[in-house]
């Protein structure tokens, strides 16, 4: 795969979220706290959104991050002088091309939407030579091959686009239309490409994995997926997903510790609970229960895990008070807590164990009693 960039739009996408409403304060933390883990660029909300979204805008950007602070805004060239002066690093230009959004949107045919967008492009880069400029086509997937050729040949020819948007507005596609798409436009164009991907049937980050194998460069991500609807590609989502991939280059790129705090941060702002499956921050992404997986966890953890957890400062959970558990792992809790008990002794407290969980919930005290009970019984041995 080549290098990417990830484009985390959580102060964007993710203030489109049923429960976001941030503070100035909020965001600040947040963007701090998304700088720390290492992303590359922030996108924030329309500085001609409202006069707060322009004052959040600039006083983000003014924070001398790492990451670099962009905005979103529509084809307007109103919105482009707004942006302009919000002093943000780059601008991410958006308008609809599918047949949906031109006839119930915005309203206009694809030679409009090119002439408009072309003299907001020259205009921008006129005004501003340094800032990065990217334009995407939304709802990119129920946009017609043709019409969107037509746009980016267009738009490319000026020579003002440092970048593409490919944007899964409605979270329709699949991987292998992704993959086409994102081929095709790089035939066209020698700008980069940024990938936006939602989740409504459950492909966005297989979706932005299938665009950086056909060439994209730029991915969009939000904190646990918020966005519009059911949202977008989750951060720690495509982490994972890259992880697998490249663990050397993530660890290289990325202050990996740092992701479980961001998500906390965000968790509590949006009011929306981690959830325990979450990728690599969820409470069980790094629980074994099995008898089966537990053994072979506690020979190496390689057998069941192609995350290590301790690279993002986290913990595996090795699961004993149930039904499934097996003796190894109740071996490997009687060393912890330094007892000292036979194997055929262990065996025995292992069948106890399944037979008590069959009937009722157990805790890892009461399963610690037992244990502690049977070392201390006077032929405990
Ligand atoms: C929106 C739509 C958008 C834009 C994505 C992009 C989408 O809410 O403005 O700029 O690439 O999903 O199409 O989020
Ligand atoms: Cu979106």
């Given at each position: 795969l080549n290098q990417f960039a990830i484009v985390e739009s959580t102060l964007r996408e993710g203030e489109q979220f049923v429960g976001a409403n941030f503070s100035s304060d909020d965001k600040l933390e947040i963007a701090r706290a998304l700088d720390e883990f290492g992303v590359e660029y922030l996108e924030l909300t329309s500085a001609a959104a409202s006069p707060k979204s322009k004052r959040d805008c600039q006083r983000i950007a003014g924070l001398g991050l790492n990451t670099k602070v962009l905005t979103h805004i529509r084809c307007h060239q109103e919105d482009a002088k707004i942006a302009l002066d919000a002093g943000v690093d780059g601008i991410n230009l958006v308008i609809g091309t599918s047949y949906f959004l031109r006839e119930y949107s915005h309203g206009k045919d694809i030679d409009t939407i090119i002439e408009l967008a072309s003299e907001v492009l020259t205009f921008i880069r006129e005004q501003a030579p340094e800032v990065e400029l990217r334009f995407s086509t939304e709802d990119s997937f129920r946009s017609t091959y043709e019409d969107l050729s037509r746009v980016y040949l267009a738009l490319d020819k000026l020579g003002v686009v440092d970048r593409f948007g490919i944007a899964d507005t409605v979270g329709v596609s699949t991987p292998n239309r992704v993959y086409d798409l994102v081929r095709m436009?790089?035939?066209?164009?020698?700008?980069?490409?940024?990938?936006h991907g939602h989740n409504d049937t459950g492909c966005a980050i297989a979706n932005c994995y299938a665009a950086l194998d056909a060439g994209a460069t730029h991915i969009d991500t939000t904190v646990l997926g918020i966005g519009e609807r059911n949202g977008i590609a989750p951060l720690a989502g495509f982490i994972a997903r890259m992880y697998?991939?490249?663990?050397?280059?993530?660890?290289q790129k990325y202050n990996l510790p740092a992701l479980a705090p961001v998500h906390e941060i965000v968790s509590q702002k949006v009011g929306l609970p981690?959830?325990?499956n979450h990728y690599i921050v969820g409470d069980c992404a790094f629980n074994h229960k099995a008898g089966i997986h537990t053994k072979a966890m506690l020979n190496n953890a390689n057998a069941y895990e192609i995350i290590d957890p301790t690279d993002f400062g986290l913990n595996r959970n090795i699961q004993i008070t149930h039904k499934l558990t097996g003796w190894h792992a109740i071996a490997n809790r009687v060393s912890q807590l330094g007892?000292?008990?036979?194997?055929?002794?262990?065996?025995?407290?292992?069948?106890?164990?399944?037979?008590?969980?069959?009937?009722?919930?157990?805790t890892l005290n009461e399963v610690d009693d037992l244990l502690w009970a049977a070392a201390q019984a006077p032929n405990s041995v």
């Amino acid at each position: 795969l080549n290098q990417f960039a990830i484009v985390e739009s959580t102060l964007r996408e993710g203030e489109q979220f049923v429960g976001a409403n941030f503070s100035s304060d909020d965001k600040l933390e947040i963007a701090r706290a998304l700088d720390e883990f290492g992303v590359e660029y922030l996108e924030l909300t329309s500085a001609a959104a409202s006069p707060k979204s322009k004052r959040d805008c600039q006083r983000i950007a003014g924070l001398g991050l790492n990451t670099k602070v962009l905005t979103h805004i529509r084809c307007h060239q109103e919105d482009a002088k707004i942006a302009l002066d919000a002093g943000v690093d780059g601008i991410n230009l958006v308008i609809g091309t599918s047949y949906f959004l031109r006839e119930y949107s915005h309203g206009k045919d694809i030679d409009t939407i090119i002439e408009l967008a072309s003299e907001v492009l020259t205009f921008i880069r006129e005004q501003a030579p340094e800032v990065e400029l990217r334009f995407s086509t939304e709802d990119s997937f129920r946009s017609t091959y043709e019409d969107l050729s037509r746009v980016y040949l267009a738009l490319d020819k000026l020579g003002v686009v440092d970048r593409f948007g490919i944007a899964d507005t409605v979270g329709v596609s699949t991987p292998n239309r992704v993959y086409d798409l994102v081929r095709m436009v790089r035939a066209q164009t020698d700008a980069y490409i940024e990938f936006h991907g939602h989740n409504d049937t459950g492909c966005a980050i297989a979706n932005c994995y299938a665009a950086l194998d056909a060439g994209a460069t730029h991915i969009d991500t939000t904190v646990l997926g918020i966005g519009e609807r059911n949202g977008i590609a989750p951060l720690a989502g495509f982490i994972a997903r890259m992880y697998a991939e490249d663990k050397e280059l993530i660890k290289q790129k990325y202050n990996l510790p740092a992701l479980a705090p961001v998500h906390e941060i965000v968790s509590q702002k949006v009011g929306l609970p981690i959830p325990v499956n979450h990728y690599i921050v969820g409470d069980c992404a790094f629980n074994h229960k099995a008898g089966i997986h537990t053994k072979a966890m506690l020979n190496n953890a390689n057998a069941y895990e192609i995350i290590d957890p301790t690279d993002f400062g986290l913990n595996r959970n090795i699961q004993i008070t149930h039904k499934l558990t097996g003796w190894h792992a109740i071996a490997n809790r009687v060393s912890q807590l330094g007892l000292d008990l036979s194997i055929s002794k262990i065996k025995t407290l292992t069948k106890q164990i399944k037979e008590m969980a069959d009937q009722k919930d157990l805790t890892l005290n009461e399963v610690d009693d037992l244990l502690w009970a049977a070392a201390q019984a006077p032929n405990s041995v």
